[in-house]
């Protein structure tokens, strides 16, 4: 998978964003907030990629892109915490985070709502590896616009090659959909272990290999994995 990438000097923004702007933001419950308290030490904005800063043009969906360093104070973040920033933000979200002498490059496919155009879906995050804070960034990918940026960085962060004929947000829906077939799929055999009549095992049994068909679809067919 992709690391961490080299930005434009130009695109340099450097501001600490006070975490109750994300709570205030999001309306976040007292049980999220603890949240960030607990696993994010500081939000960085660390770069602004606007037609401005790094010379391609706007796309619609994609009037900038915004990278955001989160400096952990543990060895885990929650989904939930980096789905309240991208859901505070109005703009697609590159996250660096970095714990330690590590970091990793995560982001979710992010596009307005069709139903309300003030409001932003947001996809499950997808992240690249871990990596020393001191290996040299990778250089960001040839685009003719900010759309096509991307594009093309979160096709190298989502798990799994495309399917023929596949657009991103198809893609990204897809491996949404492997990812919650295999946590049902991990259900379905916890029970199967826990059950001790043999005709309700067999019912399961039966209710396994469909669920695994299904994966098998997902995957269109093929059995990589995409985790």
């Known amino acids: 998978m992709t690391g961490c990438y080299e930005y434009p000097k130009a695109a340099r923004f450097g501001r600490v964003v006070p975490k109750s702007k994300i ?21 960085n904005w660390a770069y602004k990629l606007a037609p401005e800063t790094i010379n391609l043009a706007s796309s619609p969906g994609v009037p900038e892109i915004q990278v955001f360093e989160l400096r952990m104070r543990g060895s885990e973040i929650d ?14 979200i590159l ?3 970095q714990k330690g002498e590590e970091r990793r490059l995560v982001a979710a496919y992010k596009r307005p709502s069709e139903a309300d155009a003030c409001k932003w879906v947001v996809s499950e995050h997808f992240a690249a590896d871990w990596e020393p804070v001191d290996k040299p960034r990778n250089s960001l990918p040839r685009a003719l616009d900010l759309g096509g940026l991307y594009d093309k960085v979160l096709k190298e962060l989502i798990p799994g090659a495309p399917l023929e004929g596949e657009t991103l947000q198809e893609c ?6 492997i990812r919650a077939k295999k946590r049902e799929i991990e259900r379905i055999k916890s029970r199967l272990a826990r059950e001790k009549q043999f005709n309700k095992k067999v019912a399961i049994n039966a209710e396994l290999r469909a669920a695994s068909g299904d994966l098998k679809s997902l995957k269109g067919g093929r059995n990589g994995e995409a985790e």
Request: glycine share 4%; charged share 30%; no cysteine.
């Open 79 to 92: 989904d939930e915490v980096l789905q309240a920033i991208d859901k505070a933000i109005p703009f697609p």
């Open 172 to 177: 990204a829906s897809r491996v949404e959909a």
């Open 23 to 43: 709570y205030d933001a999001g309306g976040l419950s007292t049980k999220q907030r603890q949240r960030f308290v607990d696993q994010v030490d500081q939000i």
């Open 95 to 97: 996250f660096e985070l």
